[in-house]
């Protein structure tokens, strides 16, 4: 058997020993609002409940392995300790993990993803209506385990108030868990879907996407292309030129004939049959594409 001693590796790879192992991790997105009442949304699966009396979640907005800097979630709870942990299913997962992408401390990542702030009851920070279900929570502690790169940091809360989806409800008011079709982390890029498996999405860290709201207002608003399909697109960082569309569609002659004499909704359902194959390249020349 392959034994790892912590003290003799580094921490990067004891972190991915460690996610690899340890999953299916639940996923708290986390709305929180910094000192001068911006928003900020970001996904964390070092996360669970804790008790029910009082309710009480903890998740961990750890130091980062690499530069052992802290995420902008952690310096807001520490300011303003209210936040709202909101949970993540698979019609939200795509958004979800485009919300990760670091962009710049004041850019709202509600924006970014394309998700609705939902004005809370009791705390300051939002709530995502597209969230299945979403609780208000008080900060009631933040313990650091340590000063290092990897360090964890545990937002001890307790919740104010929780609201659920009626859709997701059965017959006797309690939560369906195969209507609520949650996700959870695993190592990698690795997800697992409750009903029915395992799925995989690429991390927004290679770069910096562009955002479901620098997506043209026609498509981001079309009615064929889900969330989901709006995260993918949202998740690259430039839009391909009108030299790269225009080859590309003289190379397709199918498209080419799509594009001319289709409406609008028809080429939608053809990109979204692009972005279901993680084709997003080909998707976005489709819709960007113009007749002469």
């Not at 708290?28 to 008790?51: E, M």
């Not at 080859?247 to 594009?259: M, R, T």
Request: aromatic residues 8%.
């Amino acid at each position: 058997m392959f034994t790892i001693d912590p003290k003799e590796v580094s921490t990067g790879k004891l972190h991915r020993y460690l996610l690899g192992a340890i999953g299916p991790r639940p996923i708290a997105f986390a709305s929180t609002i910094d000192a001068q009442g911006r928003p900020n949304l970001s996904p964390f699966s070092f996360f669970n409940v804790f008790g029910s009396n009082p309710p009480t979640l903890i998740f961990s907005p750890a130091r980062r392995g690499r530069d052992n800097t802290v995420k902008h979630t952690y310096n807001n709870v520490k300011d303003i300790d209210e936040v709202v942990i909101n949970i993540v299913n698979y019609d939200i997962v795509q958004q979800m993990s485009l919300s990760s992408t670091e962009y710049a401390e004041g850019v709202n990542e509600f924006e970014k993803a394309g998700f609705s702030m939902l004005k809370s009851e009791l705390v300051r920070p939002f709530r995502v209506a597209e969230s299945p279900v979403q609780f208000e929570c008080k900060v009631k502690q933040v313990i650091e385990t340590g000063q290092e790169g990897g360090a964890g940091n545990l937002v001890i809360c307790e919740v104010l108030k929780m609201h659920i989806n009626e859709h997701i409800l059965d017959e006797d008011g309690f939560i369906d868990q195969h209507k609520i079709d949650l996700v959870a982390r695993m190592g990698g890029n690795w997800y697992t879907r409750a009903n029915p498996g395992m799925f995989e999405v690429p991390k927004p860290l290679s770069s910096l996407g562009i955002g479901v709201d620098a997506i043209p207002a026609e498509i981001r608003e079309s009615k064929i292309l889900t969330g989901n399909d709006l995260g993918k697109l949202g998740n690259v960082e430039a839009l391909p030129q009108k030299k790269q569309i225009d080859s590309f569609i003289a190379e397709n002659k199918d498209l080419a004939d799509l594009v001319k004499t289709s409406n609008k909704e028809d080429i939608h359902t053809q990109a979204q049959l692009f972005l279901e194959k993680n084709n997003v390249d080909a998707a976005w020349k489709l819709l960007l594409a113009k007749t002469d």
